[in-house]
């Protein structure tokens, strides 16, 4: 199948599975959205580093963490996988209901969502994922952003995010849905101990 337009909406996730491959796309509310190039190296070594910590906290734990690329299918109802229209590929993320796992994709929300933010997809990720996460339940979303060495936290209360917790990437930083997960920030560096200037 060709390539989707970007002006168009109405794609769903069988859409999505046969779009040719070489280059990813997210969904949202079923408007197609191309992902930024290969990512850089410095965001990748920061979106590993959160892996690791993360991976290495959660081992013999029910929750289970993700690296993108996953697809993460958030329905709005009972839809089958084929009808979901936003379809997504967070950077990191924790699912802690192993029956939302399929061997092909995520079906729902994660517990937990780590975006580490690129100039690319910055705003997306600030606004249509922000509420995409939020309206399907997600409980917790981080927002890193590398250049200002600042991190968002949104809060799942009553249905919505509201106001973000705002802190700097430094010491450590609980994570409110895992209670005994701490994320540890390199002192004195940028996160991940990298230079985080092209990012």
Same mark, same amino acid.
């Given at each position: 199948?060709?390539?989707?337009n970007q002006?168009?909406?109405?794609?769903?996730?069988?859409?999505?599975?046969? !779009?040719?491959?070489?280059?990813?796309?997210?969904?949202?509310?079923?408007?197609?959205? +191309?992902?930024?190039?290969?990512?850089?190296?410095?965001?990748?070594?920061?979106?590993?580093?959160?892996?690791?910590?993360?991976?290495?906290?959660? /081992?013999?734990?029910?929750?289970?963490?993700? /690296? +993108?690329?996953?697809?993460?299918?958030?329905?709005?109802?009972?839809?089958?996988?084929?009808?979901?229209?936003?379809?997504?590929?967070?950077?990191?993320?924790?699912?802690?209901?192993p029956k939302? /796992?399929?061997?092909?994709?995520?079906?729902?929300?994660?517990? !937990?969502?780590?975006?580490?933010?690129?100039?690319?997809?910055?705003?997306?990720?600030?606004?249509?994922?922000?509420?995409?996460?939020?309206?399907?339940?997600?409980?917790?979303? !981080?927002?890193?952003?590398?250049?200002?060495?600042?991190?968002?936290?949104?809060?799942?209360?009553?249905?919505?995010?509201?106001?973000?917790?705002?802190?700097?990437?430094?010491?450590?930083?609980?994570?409110?849905?895992?209670?005994?997960?701490?994320?540890?920030?390199?002192?004195?560096?940028?996160?991940?101990?990298?230079?985080?200037?092209?990012?």
């Amino acid at each position: 199948m060709a390539q989707p337009n970007q002006q168009e909406t109405g794609y769903s996730y069988a859409d999505y599975l046969g !779009w040719e491959s070489g280059e990813r796309y997210e969904l949202i509310d079923g408007y197609a959205y +191309a992902m930024a190039p290969a990512p850089t190296i410095s965001h990748q070594k920061i979106v590993g580093e959160l892996f690791r910590q993360i991976s290495n906290a959660l /081992i013999g734990k029910p929750c289970q963490p993700f /690296i +993108a690329p996953v697809d993460v299918l958030l329905p709005t109802k009972n839809e089958a996988d084929e009808a979901v229209r936003t379809v997504v590929q967070p950077d990191v993320f924790v699912v802690c209901d192993p029956k939302k /796992i399929t061997e092909r994709a995520i079906r729902g929300a994660p517990d !937990w969502v780590v975006e580490v933010l690129s100039p690319a997809t910055a705003s997306r990720d600030h606004l249509g994922k922000r509420l995409a996460y939020e309206q399907a339940g997600v409980l917790e979303y !981080w927002l890193v952003h590398p250049v200002d060495k600042v991190l968002l936290i949104y809060t799942l209360e009553a249905g919505s995010y509201g106001k973000p917790k705002v802190q700097a990437l430094e010491g450590e930083t609980a994570v409110g849905v895992l209670p005994d997960l701490l994320i540890k920030w390199p002192e004195n560096e940028s996160p991940a101990g990298v230079d985080l200037s092209g990012v």
